[in-house]
């Protein structure tokens, strides 16, 4: 007779080997009844970046498969997103005039602005997010208004460059977008753009809150994309350090206090600990996987070091963290690839 080892834990009796055996759940019929986590298309957030510069789509060579657009194409791109299945996406500019002050990045004729224009006048029905923040626009490339400090240093001055992302939203709302998503991690930055957009009438217009930013080295690729490499100094005085764990929830809990209708997270991979953290809030939190992650995945699939396969694991693995959406440069690929398989899947449809 076999022996049989009974746990009382609580009110739950688990029983042990060989009475239970998890390779029961692993055969193949079993296992699709079972899975925890789905990847759906309606997860996904597909980043694009626009570039006033040109007329034709610019291939991003640290990011094979990614393209500036001019906005002229910004319907297309969009109907053709929409096609496919995706939802949303995140726009970023790249302006053909950069100075002090971004004062191009609230020009109603901006690149962004004419972008968005674009696209919700061809798909009513894309949600479109815009990326709210100056480096793109200021020829210094910091995240706002730099002020002078002894020892003939500059520093970003945080509330300054506050009434500049208030102007920068409304700019994007009276565009026509559906959300912002503020990234320069500004102290007060989500209340003061509440405050501006509602004073303004765009109280239905979101805000996803970069609000778990870490200064990280896989930003690399994305300055190439656009254009936002800084002339001096880094962005470590205002993102967070990626050794913490407490104050990425902090930053999350005050985004969430100020009036934040998403938490994103960013660089997504190396942060599932932070997308767990924060979904205490009960506000859905966004997973952004960077240019750098998409880079190291291309490589190494384009090398043969690494199957394709990585690239569905990279994302469940978000949404297993917690994660409701995830950004995804990998977008277009993998909504092709759960449509195509969409019969084993009915909840995704
Ligand atoms: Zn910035």
């Not at 726009?91 to 962004?112: C, E, H, M, N, R």
């Not at 303004?200 to 690729?221: D, N, Q």
């Amino acid at each position: 007779m076999k022996e049989r080892k009974i746990i009382y834990k609580a009110h739950v009796h688990m029983s042990m080997f060989p009475i239970t055996r998890m390779r029961r759940y692993r055969r193949d019929l079993i296992r699709p009844l079972v899975q925890e986590t789905h990847l759906h298309k309606e997860d996904l957030i597909c980043p694009l970046f626009f570039d006033e510069a040109i007329t034709a789509p610019l291939p991003i060579s640290s990011m094979p498969g990614q393209y500036r657009y001019p906005a002229s194409m910004a319907g297309k791109v969009a109907e053709n997103l929409f096609s496919l299945g995706i939802r949303a996406v995140l726009l970023f500019g790249i302006p053909k005039q950069k100075d002090s002050l971004a004062t191009s990045a609230y020009d109603p004729k901006g690149i962004v602005q004419c972008a968005v224009f674009e696209m919700k006048k061809t798909v009513p029905n894309m949600v479109v997010i815009t990326d709210l923040c100056a480096c793109e626009y200021t020829e210094h490339g910091h995240c706002g208004i730099l002020e002078p400090e002894p020892n003939n240093k500059y520093e970003l001055a945080n509330d300054s460059s506050l009434t500049l992302m208030n102007t920068i939203a409304i700019s994007h709302a009276q565009a026509g977008a559906d959300m912002v998503a503020p990234s320069s991690m500004l102290d007060g930055v989500v209340g003061s753009i509440r405050d501006a957009l509602d004073n303004s009438g765009y109280t239905k217009v979101c805000i996803m809150a970069y609000s778990s930013k870490f200064a990280s080295a896989l930003y690399g690729p994305f300055r190439e994309a656009a254009d936002s490499g800084y002339s001096f100094g880094d962005r470590k005085g205002y993102q967070a350090p990626v050794a913490n764990r407490n104050e990425a929830y902090r930053e999350s809990e005050l985004d969430a206090l100020e009036g934040a209708d998403f938490l994103m997270v960013k660089p997504a991979g190396w942060s599932g600990d932070i997308i767990s953290d924060i979904c205490a809030f009960n506000i859905p939190v966004v997973a952004y996987q960077v240019s750098g992650e998409y880079a190291m995945i291309m490589a190494a699939c384009e090398k043969g070091w690494l199957e394709e396969d990585v690239i569905m694991e990279s994302l469940i693995s978000l949404k297993r963290a917690g994660a409701s959406l995830i950004i995804t440069y990998f977008a277009e690929e993998v909504v092709k690839r759960i449509t195509g398989c969409s019969h084993h899947d009915t909840n995704s449809q």
